[in-house]
């Protein structure tokens, strides 16, 4: 049974960085072809794709993101961790990991719980 | 890349079908076969519901359906019931990234 769940600040400054972790379990990220990606949800508002790390340390991010997005992996934790540069009252959120499996290219078949981070000075 | 485009609200009565279409581009719907469709109750994470356009991971009810046509995928709900009340997004991959649609809520009558 695969689990994630998403951990770190639920509230930041304006300006300030954001680092989220995803700690996961039931499967590896050292499988070939895995991936997880992190998804974040304005409240009341669409689902938007981030970031994605691969098995492989392979990295993607979302074109209109991409300067303040970094994201890395530590295999031997199970975890994949997120970070946000200077953050704005429009980044509040409930920012969710996803698990993708091998060779899926967009199939998130398991999340976690999401954690909500709040931007306010 | 910008977000697929879904309808904001769909609504059937119960035991009705319902289709939700998601529109995109060929770079991304249109030229992939890695179109899924998620439902989201309020307060709750996305739950996988249909992946590589037309199929349904174990323990989803048959009652959804996927298709697509050109750059325009949908999901059918059919026998609508009031436990389908949600909201509905669909993804794709677009060539390196993935993408969401603007998500739309359906309403059970």
Same mark, same amino acid.
């Given at each position: ?6 951990? *770190?600040?639920? =509230? ?15 499967? @590896? !990220?050292? +499988? ?7 998804i974040?949800?304005?409240? *009341?508002?669409? =689902? ?5 790390i ?9 074109? @209109? !993101?991409? +300067?303040?997005l ?13 970070t ?13 990991c ?24 | ?7 904001p ?7 009705q079908?319902v ?8 770079r ?7 179109v899924?469709?998620?439902q ?37 709900v ?11 997004y ?20």
């Open positions: 049974q695969i689990t994630l769940k998403e951990s *770190g600040a639920t =509230l930041v400054k304006p300006t300030q960085t954001l680092t989220l972790t995803c700690t996961f379990s039931g499967f @590896s !990220l050292s +499988t070939s072809g895995v991936s997880v990606s992190w974040r949800q304005p409240p *009341g508002k669409a =689902l938007e794709w981030l970031a994605l691969y098995w492989d340390d392979d990295k993607r991010y979302s074109p @209109s !993101l991409k +300067t303040r970094t994201i890395t992996k530590d295999t031997s934790k199970n975890q994949v961790v997120l946000m540069t200077n953050m704005d009252p429009v980044d509040t959120a409930t920012y969710y996803a698990h993708e499996p091998a060779h899926s290219s967009g199939l998130f078949d398991s999340w976690g719980q999401g954690t909500l981070v709040i931007v306010s000075s | 890349q910008s977000a697929l485009t879904q309808p609200s769909a609504s059937g009565s119960p035991g079908s289709t939700i279409s998601c529109t995109g581009t060929s991304d719907v249109g030229g992939s076969d890695f899924s469709w998620y989201q109750h309020p307060g709750k994470a996305p739950r996988l519901i249909i992946y590589e356009v037309t199929k349904r991971p174990s323990g989803v009810p048959d009652r959804f359906s996927g298709s697509k046509s050109g750059n325009t995928a949908s999901l059918t059919s026998g609508l019931q009031p436990q389908d009340e949600a909201d509905y669909c993804s794709s991959f677009a060539g390196i990234n993935r993408v969401f649609g603007g998500g739309t809520k359906l309403t059970v009558l």
